[in-house]
């Protein structure tokens, strides 16, 4: 089965300071890794995706992530957090048996200070 | 294009009542999900439509549940007889790549607060 692990439930940052979101996940087969942003009152919305190819992937509004295989590892960063970037993130994994079955992390809510 | 619609927004019911709700996907997709986020814990897959059949319902949690696509279009969730723990949000997605494997994007309804007391 897999599984998704977002390490702190509540991050932090000041205005311009890097944005440092950790995911970790589990799979018995190559993943398909993706990051969801969930404003106040909306849907979740894609950030970006790692399906093949190249593990450093770019997103919207700034953000990208590293597929690390040996770290079983896909972290979010942006290198300076805006204030409109408070939102709560969500790492996910698909794949294998799963299929099309997204399997999501906890959340990690991201606070931005000015 | 219109996204992926979910109606009511909020839904507040006592213990042993019943509650639909639905979910409007994007026009032409033929995959909708159903999830869950129970306060406190991560989102969970509920069942998989393609088209009007259910491709997978795994996750549905009980018979309490049942879930329905008539025509391929919208769908619906109902939850009879509601009890306390079925409280927390009901999240849509639709996606509309046919391929299988699981890179497509699903596309996600803004959820259904539902709150059973």
């Known amino acids: 089965a897999q599984s998704v692990t977002q390490l702190g439930s509540h991050v932090s940052v000041s205005e311009g300071a890097l944005v440092l979101l950790r995911c970790n996940y589990s799979?018995?087969?190559?993943?398909?890794l993706f990051w969801y942003v969930q404003y106040p009152n909306q849907g979740l919305q894609l950030l970006l995706k790692y399906t093949t190819g190249a593990t450093l992937v770019k997103g919207i509004n700034g953000f990208e992530a590293e597929f690390k295989k040996s770290e079983t590892s896909f972290h979010l960063t942006k290198p300076s957090a805006h204030m409109s970037d408070a939102a709560e993130y969500f790492c996910a994994v698909s794949g294998g048996n799963a299929g099309n079955m997204l399997t999501f992390g906890g959340g990690t809510r991201l606070m931005v200070k000015p | 294009e219109a996204g992926v619609t979910q109606f009511p927004s909020h839904s507040v019911i006592e213990k042993g009542q019943t509650v639909t709700l639905r979910c409007d996907p994007i026009?032409?997709?033929?995959?909708l999900y159903w999830y869950r986020r129970v306060m406190g814990k991560e989102i969970k897959f509920l069942l998989h439509?393609?088209?009007?059949?259910?491709?997978?319902e795994s996750g549905m949690p009980n018979n309490r549940f049942l879930a329905e696509r008539t025509g391929g279009t919208y769908s619906t969730l109902k939850v009879q007889p509601a009890e306390l723990e079925d409280s927390g949000v009901y999240f849509c997605?639709?996606?509309?790549?046919?391929?299988?494997?699981?890179?497509?994007?699903?596309?996600f309804g803004p959820g259904t607060r539902l709150l059973v007391l």
């Open positions: 439509f393609v088209k009007e059949s259910k491709q997978d």
């Open positions: 997605a639709s996606s509309q790549e046919r391929r299988t494997g699981g890179s497509e994007t699903q596309y």
């Open positions: 026009s032409g997709h033929d995959n």
């Open positions: 799979s018995s087969v190559p993943p398909y």
